[in-house]
């Protein structure tokens, strides 16, 4: 799944964005402020070309349309969501994947983190807590479910000397994840297969280990997504995730907290966010036996939500900050508007805005994680 961690556009192109055009695309200046090397687009004309995924690029504006249409702040219902996650989801996934990669880098998810921890390497140590927590072991066939483009997945293989399939239904993630892949050199332990996780192409009882990063969210129906992540996990085996979801904090008759969960659904292409009540309840319903379960970001020593935080300035971080979202805002508004980023662009940004805004808001009134992280075992039993 992921943050929205896309930047946004603000106003109308200013003569600081021609100017500005140098700095995006030349990686050396990111490099003189010490960002993170392995954000794998350097430029913003990687970026605006990105826009789309596989949609044709004359029909990216229509492809917004459609996505909008199915939230509540455009009218939309939970049901219509879920009747069409399918659509949804990969409408989505074209739309913001490129926003994803140059504001995130190659892995699309939160993490718990400590002080005078940079924001790569808590993500590094929050996939490798996943893996230690499933005790991945040299050899074993490991299925990564809703796999992004990849990053936890060559990251979590090269940490444990495993085997791991990312199991994706978005065509341009998955070409873009195998690219990726051949650049770490690691093709010949990972692949990806192309599949609904509500309906595996895996026969039962396949996988050593199962994980999933903030992707699971995306289900219309949390136990039949369940069962089918059971149904292919070998017997005795394990299954551990990170779950987005709301707290006990959360009240669905505030209106405020309804508000915040609906900008986080429009700008991450939810269906609907479960509480961590139902999350662990489905998972007990899919026959699994809870081993443990945690908000993580309950003892975070600082808060999860600080990258998206504009009030906040990080070096290190650069491209998330008011300042350098700025930059990129005006920057490709501008290259939207000569035509090398498809008509569209523009309202990506729009609900991806909104969401950093939710995110942020649900952090801060402590009414949603993006780190539920529990552990479950397939009984022994069971084969």
């Known amino acids: 799944m992921g943050p929205a961690t896309a930047p946004t556009f603000l106003q109308s192109p200013h003569p600081f964005a021609v100017r500005s055009l140098f700095f995006l695309t030349d990686p ?22 990105g826009v789309g995924g596989k949609i044709k690029k004359e029909d990216v504006q229509s492809a917004v349309d459609q996505y909008e249409k199915y939230h509540v702040c ?31 880098g190659e892995s699309f ?4 983190r400590w002080k005078g ?29 809703g796999c992004g483009i ?25 070409s873009r994840g195998t690219e990726l892949n051949r650049i770490a050199g690691v093709s010949e332990s990972c692949n990806f297969v192309k599949a609904d996780f509500m309906e595996m192409p895996f026969s039962d009882n396949t996988f050593d280990g199962i994980y999933a990063i903030e992707a699971t969210c995306h289900a219309p129906d949390a136990v039949g997504c369940y069962k ?21 904090h959360f009240d669905p008759n505030n209106e405020s907290h309804k508000k915040t969960k609906a900008e986080i659904e429009l700008g991450n292409g939810l269906p609907d966010i479960r509480t961590t009540r139902e999350c662990l309840d489905a998972l007990k319903l899919a026959g699994f036996e809870v081993v443990s379960e945690k908000d993580l970001a309950v003892d975070s020593p600082v808060s999860w939500y600080l990258p998206l935080d504009t009030s906040k300035f990080s070096i290190t971080s650069f491209r998330l900050t008011a300042f350098g979202r700025f930059i990129t805002r005006t920057m490709v508004k501008t290259l939207e508007f000569v035509g090398i ?43």
């Not at 991806?352 to 995110?359: S, T, V």
Request: net charge negative.
């Open 28 to 49: 050396t200046w990111f490099r003189r402020l010490h960002v993170d090397r392995e954000m794998s687009k350097s430029g913003a004309l990687d970026l605006a070309t």
């Open 109 to 112: 998810h939160f993490a718990p």
């Open 341 to 383: 980023a498809p008509a569209g662009s523009n309202r990506v940004s729009s609900f991806l805005e909104k969401a950093a805004e939710g995110l942020v808001e649900g952090g801060r009134k402590e009414i949603f994680t993006p780190m539920y992280f529990f552990l479950v075992r397939k009984p022994p039993s069971d084969s």
């Open 228 to 248: 089918e992540i059971y149904r292919v996990l070998k017997p005795g085996q394990c299954f551990a995730a990170y779950e987005w979801c709301m707290t006990d």
């Open 150 to 174: 990849g990053g936890p997945l060559r990251e979590i293989a090269r940490f444990s000397s495993t085997s791991i399939t990312g199991l994706n239904n978005n065509e341009y993630q998955i």
């Open 117 to 145: 921890e940079s924001l790569r390497e808590s993500i590094k140590r929050h996939e490798h807590f996943l893996a230690l927590q499933v005790e991945l072991k040299p050899g074993m066939k490991v299925l990564d479910v």
């Open 74 to 104: 455009y009218g939309g219902d939970e049901e219509t969501r879920k009747a069409n996650y399918g659509d949804m989801v990969n409408k989505y996934y074209d739309l913001a994947t490129s926003f994803y990669e140059f504001g995130w």
